[in-house]
């Protein structure tokens, strides 16, 4: 049972961190070329974040199975991992996604310069929350 969270974990971590890797380029590139292409960038993008909300759920929801399995118990450098892991989910929900809501609706109104301004905000937030999925995952491996 172990070994099987210990999969679903690392699958879905990676999923976490690898999803959001070209999405700055991405906004960057279809705000640029504008209209239909912005358009088209959103409905993309959402779905991509679909994906990232399920695969940290599924990341935060295996690393408690994990705990769980070793009873509870955690070393320091594991439990500093965790937090940087709740770190992240923080600044996912709490920054990035605030950032998103408003890309998406300058784009919807047309409004392609505070689209970007928006744009930018959510890239520094994902380039934060990558920092903190990186501390977490040398901590996982350390502890």
Known sequence: ????????????????FGHKLTIPREIRSSLATGGAVAEAMV????????????????TVL??????????????????????AAVGAVAVGAGAARPAWVG???AVED???????????RFARFLHLENLLW?????????G
Do not use: E, K, N
């Not at 049972?1 to 690392?10: K, S």
């Not at 409905?43 to 759920?57: C, D, F, M, Y």
């Not at 977490?136 to 350390?142: E, Q, T």
């Open 134 to 142: 990186l501390a977490a995952l040398a901590a996982m491996v350390a």
């Open 1 to 16: 049972m172990r070994t099987l969270l210990l999969v679903i974990h690392i699958g879905a971590a990676a999923a976490w």
């Open 62 to 83: 295996s690393g408690i199975g994990l705990l769980w399995s070793a009873g509870w118990t955690a070393s320091a450098v594991l439990g500093v991992g965790i937090m």
């Open 103 to 105: 890309l998406v609706s």
């Open 43 to 58: 409905q993309r993008l959402s779905v991509t974040a679909r994906l990232g909300i399920a695969a940290a759920v599924v």
């Open 110 to 120: 047309g409004d392609l310069a505070l689209a970007g301004a928006f744009g930018r």
